[in-house]
């Protein structure tokens, strides 16, 4: 079992920052793949970033540019870190590990970007 502890968010301006962490603890030896989902009131969960264990990383186009998502493999943590945050980056975001025949998921942290 892999268990996923988030943190980080929190409110900001429109144009400000935020870095989110994500700790992995457990089997991280199965682990394919991390990165971050998020989910706006009224929307679906939608992917925002995901790193592979091979280190290709792939982003929503929304976020292209104004986020990075790195892993540090010691801490067995993934960052995404946010820049130029605008108001649609309001959401809860989860983040998200993979391995064969399973995902789990982190309890969310709730981004506010205010205008």
């Known amino acids: 079992q892999v268990q996923l502890v988030e943190s980080g968010g929190g409110l900001v301006q429109a144009g400000g920052s935020l870095r989110l962490s994500c700790a992995a603890s457990g089997s991280i030896f199965s682990v394919n793949a991390m990165g971050w989902y998020r989910q706006a009131p009224g929307n679906q969960r939608e992917l925002v970033a995901v790193?592979?264990?091979?280190?290709?990383?792939n982003y929503a186009e929304s976020v292209k540019g104004r986020f990075t998502l790195s892993r540090d493999n010691a801490k067995n943590t993934v960052y995404l870190q946010m820049n130029s945050l605008k108001p649609e980056d309001t959401a809860v975001y989860y983040c998200n590990a993979q391995g064969y025949r399973y995902q789990v998921w982190g309890q969310g942290t709730l981004v506010t970007v205010s205008s």
């Open positions: 790193i592979t264990s091979g280190g290709r990383t």
